[in-house]
């Protein structure tokens, strides 16, 4: 695995190394060691997926507020997404930036969202299917989002999206801290 840097500190794109002969190929999708050793969350406790029928459905923007914060690993298994995390670390230098990443089935790219960053994806394709590893329990109660197109963040999307969820549509503006 290859971690490759984003604009938002800690935030990676992680390129997997296949082994490739004519059966197909073979590539690592884990290795605690690996992540420890960079000083990345390196135990998960969930693993979720979610199926998205229609292109240009967006997911987001989520986060977990602590202390339940979360860190999330996502790939694309089927399909195309384009993957954002919004930095909200009041501390960091990248605070209210934000990153994005085309994943897809056909490179099997991750990206690796710490704690205190808002996750979302628009899908690029029908049938995109989403795998996530995330390192916190899903507590409703800590679940708190942003929204998709606030001008706070000024996300540029490859497209308006024509599938969202009400809730979603309906975070407020946000507020700095």
């Given at each position: 695995?290859?971690?490759?840097d984003?604009?938002?500190?800690?935030?990676?794109?992680?390129?997997?190394?296949?082994?490739?002969?004519?059966?197909?190929?073979?590539?690592?999708?884990?290795?605690?060691?690996?992540?420890?050793?960079?000083?990345?969350?390196?135990?998960?406790?969930e693993?979720?997926?979610?199926?998205?029928?229609?292109?240009?459905?967006?997911?987001?923007?989520?986060?977990?507020?602590?202390?339940?914060?979360?860190t999330?690993?996502?790939?694309?298994?089927?399909?195309?997404?384009?993957?954002?995390?919004?930095?909200?670390?009041?501390?960091?230098?990248?605070?209210?930036?934000?990153?994005?990443?085309?994943?897809?089935?056909?490179?099997l790219?991750?990206?690796?969202?710490?704690?205190?960053?808002?996750?979302?994806?628009?899908?690029?394709?029908?049938?995109?299917?989403?795998?996530?590893?995330?390192?916190?329990?899903?507590?409703?109660?800590?679940?708190?989002?942003?929204?998709?197109?606030?001008?706070?963040?000024?996300?540029?999307?490859?497209?308006?999206?024509?599938?969202?969820?009400?809730?979603?549509?309906?975070?407020?503006?946000?507020?700095?801290?």
């Amino acid at each position: 695995m290859l971690f490759c840097d984003t604009k938002i500190a800690g935030v990676f794109r992680i390129v997997l190394e296949r082994r490739e002969d004519d059966r197909g190929y073979f590539a690592r999708t884990w290795s605690r060691e690996d992540f420890a050793r960079r000083g990345l969350v390196a135990q998960y406790v969930e693993s979720s997926v979610s199926y998205n029928a229609r292109a240009r459905t967006l997911r987001g923007m989520h986060y977990q507020a602590a202390p339940r914060a979360e860190t999330k690993i996502v790939t694309c298994l089927r399909g195309a997404i384009y993957d954002v995390a919004v930095d909200l670390r009041p501390d960091s230098p990248t605070y209210l930036q934000w990153a994005a990443a085309t994943l897809s089935g056909d490179t099997l790219e991750m990206l690796y969202i710490p704690e205190g960053c808002a996750h979302g994806f628009l899908t690029l394709t029908p049938e995109a299917v989403v795998h996530y590893q995330i390192a916190q329990v899903y507590s409703p109660e800590h679940s708190q989002g942003v929204r998709w197109n606030d001008p706070a963040f000024g996300i540029e999307w490859p497209a308006a999206p024509d599938v969202l969820s009400e809730r979603d549509a309906r975070y407020p503006d946000f507020r700095p801290r």
